[in-house]
Nanobody, 120 residues
């Protein structure tokens, strides 16, 4: 079962940027479609973005289109989520997992996540 590790979260001001990283020690991420998900306080976990194993298909939630960019670097065995123009509604714990691109649903176990807090 794929085990992912997220990093890169932190505190950022509204309008700022962060880049999250997803790795999977002992696994080859290039073999999987990988997605980013988030869970805000008091809300259900939601899909943010998903990228196929070769990067040919990418899907974004409407709430992040034009602001977030998912990418992958097979040489570094890492999937990134570049987040720009952050606002308070983006505050959440962010997770990565293997995903089904069509439904943007998670297919593997959750890691510990990384906290993103957008606040002035």
């Amino acid at each position: 079962q794929l085990q992912t590790v997220e990093s890169g979260g932190g505190l950022v001001q509204p309008g700022g940027s962060l880049r999250l990283s997803c790795t999977a020690p002992g696994f080859t991420l290039a073999n999987y479609a990988i997605g980013w998900f988030r869970q805000a306080p008091g809300k259900e976990r939601e899909g943010v973005s998903c990228i196929t194993s070769r990067g040919g298909v990418i899907k974004y939630a409407d709430s992040v289109k034009g602001r977030f960019t998912i990418s992958r670097d097979s040489a570094k065995n890492t999937v990134y989520l570049q987040m720009n123009s952050l606002n308070a509604e983006d505050t959440a714990i962010y997770y990565c997992a293997s995903c089904a691109v069509a439904t943007m649903s998670a297919l593997s176990a959750w890691g510990q996540g990384t906290q993103v807090t957008v606040s002035s």
